[in-house]
């Protein structure tokens, strides 16, 4: 066990729907990271929130968005899902947002859009 | 923007033979880099980094990874390999700084007994 908690494990949606990810961070991390793997593209940044603020955003598409609230806890919600939105989502955490911190990965949401 | 090539999609080697996993990074004036594991249906584990100081970095595991600037290199090497070693490595980057870590699109590596 890693430290970093992801729920729920496995989605099977619907295209045009939308779903919510959730990642609760090692216990003291401040910082969390959203990465999409998929087959073709490998690991795919898409946003970081550091105590609550976005810090860093990549290859976030616009219906996709995400939260950190104050528990640290964070959110990821897509929408309007098609079916190459299908991927494995991680979460990552670390204790803080320099360079030389490693992240802590979650076992990831594996989604299926149908 | 930074990124990075791992040479080899697939490397599979026997059992007690030694491997070389190849991964090289865009030029940067300083990064930190990192070689993390991907078990079966399980999510990335940290193996080893460089952030400074020596160049060659181990792992508990028996993986050793060599920093070299000059090449812009950071592969990782195993003397010996397992059966419990199968799995797919990933080199990522990141520069100094706030910027996420950049990954490369992995290496299966297949232990055959």
């Known amino acids: 066990d890693s430290g970093v908690t992801q729920t729920p494990k496995h989605l099977i949606t619907a295209t045009g729907q939308r779903v919510t990810l959730r990642c609760s961070p090692r216990?003291?991390?401040?910082?969390v990271y959203w990465y999409q793997q998929s087959l073709d593209q490998g690991l795919q940044f898409l946003i970081q929130y550091y105590n609550g603020e976005e810090r860093a955003k990549g290859n976030i598409l616009e219906r996709f968005s995400a939260q950190q609230f104050p528990d640290l806890h964070s959110e990821l919600n897509l929408s309007s899902l098609e079916l190459g939105d299908s991927a494995l989502y991680f979460c990552a955490s670390s204790e803080s947002t320099g360079a030389n911190y490693g992240y802590t990965f979650g076992s990831g949401t594996r989604l299926t859009v149908v | 923007a930074q990124s990075v090539t791992q040479l080899d999609s697939q490397v599979p080697v026997f059992e007690e033979a030694p491997v070389e996993l190849r991964c090289n990074y865009s030029s940067s004036v300083s990064v930190y880099l990192f070689w993390y594991v991907q078990y079966p249906n399980q999510g990335l584990q940290l193996l080893l980094k460089y952030l400074s100081g020596s160049t060659l970095v181990e792992s508990i595991n028996g993986f050793e990874a060599e920093f070299n600037k000059s090449q812009t290199s950071f592969h990782l090497r195993k003397p010996s390999v397992h059966i419990s070693d199968t799995a797919e490595y990933f080199c990522a980057v990141r520069n100094s700084g706030n910027t996420p870590l950049v990954f490369g699109k992995g290496t299966r590596l297949s232990v055959i007994a």
């Open positions: 216990s003291g991390d401040l910082s």
